[in-house]
């Protein structure tokens, strides 16, 4: 294998619990050394209130829509 390869195994967590494998420390280290996301993070409270907010402004569409049709086929 080459050195990239090897690099990105090295802290494969399926690997993780090979002796020998990892320093002591070493994956602490990795982990610190890692870049902070948190800005792309979504929660689903969020994504539940949007699926919410599509679904009602459909219903109150088609429950308009709906009324019209009744009226005008009297």
């Known amino acids: 294998m080459d050195r ?7 802290f494969d967590r399926r690997l993780q619990n090979r002796r020998g494998w990892l320093a002591p420390g070493e994956l602490e280290r990795h982990v ?7 800005d792309k993070l979504t929660t ?25 049709d009744g009226a005008t086929r009297r």
Request: no cysteine; charged share 20%.
């Open 44 to 68: 689903l409270a969020d994504q539940e209130a949007g699926a919410a907010a599509s679904a009602e402004g459909g219903a109150a569409g088609a429950s308009a829509g709906g009324a019209a």
């Open 32 to 38: 610190a050394a890692l870049p902070d996301t948190t």
């Open 4 to 10: 990239e390869s090897l690099d990105r195994l090295r």
